[in-house]
């Protein structure tokens, strides 16, 4: 008995039989892109005996047709209307990633034979990720387009993995752009990731050699596949790309149109990965020379015609020839520096590169405003109060209802419904902070910058909440009486600092321990962190 699949094979070469005398045109097919040979921008010092050229060249063909005599559309004879158009791409392109079996019906839209194959074209194009296309049929009667099927190439299973496989690579590839890079940056970053990591595919090439699956995952694959790849990777960085298709120095070929601040340019990454016979094999230019060519990056229309490339399907034009000759862009080539959380502070500062301040904010002790950490401005009691209690007490903190948060302290200064009020309640009620004796009696002075020997005290009580022995030995009392200043220390701090400093969480500088002066916030998060390491061990 035939298979479905020899059925459908029978049935379609009688309907194309058909066609040829019923219809205007025969199902569209065309071609897709691919690379013919190298571009001439040969490093002086490679010797070049021959340019490579396309072994072979792929065609995806448009979907057969089957005629069903037993379907009727609900279309009526008139032009499908652009809602119509946009439904019928909106379901197509569902399909292709739900992978459904059997048929998918498409006879609300009323799309004919050209206008889905259209509509299907462009569905590819905008879709660069996809590889697991099969043999497609579109089913029609009365001359539309009533529904379409396809014998996918892949298992949705196979697909799901392969996906996963994919989005580490693109992960990879983002990973040599940042937020603070321009667009500009941006897409020249990705193409230097491709043309450093993919090589271009001379051997015979199977389908997934021309998927963007296929040269990121693979690390190889032709033309079609940089094209598709750098349009995607693009996309996921918010810059607008099209797949162009046409015909380079005498082969059908493929690159991209880029949009950047508010002009289209060309790019043939595939170009600028070229690959030259050297001593009877091909190498990498990467390999041999260790430069990335960029012959090719955001040029017009008009300096890739003039370079061999005609466009034949290519939605935009570039014809911003700005960078067609004499500039020179930089090149990349590995991952972007992280960058700092906040705006005002670098990668280098201390605090980053020891790990302070990805601790403090990671675990919500500290946090910015605006955009701004203000690393170097002195901390105030109600500043420290409150990381000791996120700290100490992340729950309650996490929990806190700020605009119901009363003043139980006894302090006449401490307001109520504000950021610090819970902290400095949590912190009085647990011995934390007892607040500063005044002329008109407790005061816990919150907007006052906290000075080291005050935060000697108050993380000692912190780590003895946590049941640290923070009396301390006689060896601790005599360091700290070694330091040029110990006489200016306050008595009631001195244990404290003793304890602070034998324990590594405070030390001195210059031989002198600066008792009284404030500390930065970045100082801050570091005496925590310090603390904080001490009783987790």
Known sequence: MATMRQVKNILTALVAFVLVFSMAGAPVAFAEPQRSDAPDAVPAEATTTDQPTEASEQTAESPSVIEDADSTPSATATAATAADIEGFRATLTQAWYDMPEGNIDLSPYGLT????????????????????????????CDGYVTGYENDWAYSKGDVDAMMAAYETKVAEALSWTSESMSNWEKAVALHDYLVRNCTYQYAAASDIDYSAYGILVNGTGRCAAYAKAYQDLLGRVGIEAEYVIGNANGGSHAWNHVKIDGSWYAVDVTYDDACYLINGSYVDVDDYSGVVTQKFLLKSDAYMEANGHQAERALYAATDAQFDYGHAWPTYNGPAPEEPLFNDVSATDWFVTDGTLDYVVGNGIMQGSDGAFRPYASITRAEFATILWRYANPTSAANANTAAARNVTGMGDVASGLYYTEAVNWCFQNGVITGVQTSTGTAFEPNRAV???????????????????????????????????????????????????????????????????????CEAAALLKRTAELLEG
């Not at 050209?114 to 099969?134: L, S, T």
């Not at 330091?483 to 400093?501: G, M, Q």
């Open 113 to 140: 034979l050209d206008e889905a194959n259209e509509v299907w074209r462009e569905v590819q194009y905008d879709n660069p990720v996809i590889f697991w296309d099969g043999d497609g049929y579109w089913h029609m």
């Open 451 to 521: 000075t080291r020997e005050e935060a000697a005290v108050m993380l000692t009580r912190v780590m003895k909440l946590q049941g640290v022995d923070v009396a301390p030995t006689d060896d601790a009392i005599a360091a700290i009486s070694s330091f040029a200043d110990a006489s200016a220390c306050s008595s009631w701090a001195v244990p404290s600092l003793a304890c602070a400093h034998a324990n590594g969480i405070i030390n001195g500088s210059g031989g002198c321990l600066r008792p009284h002066d404030s500390i930065t916030r």
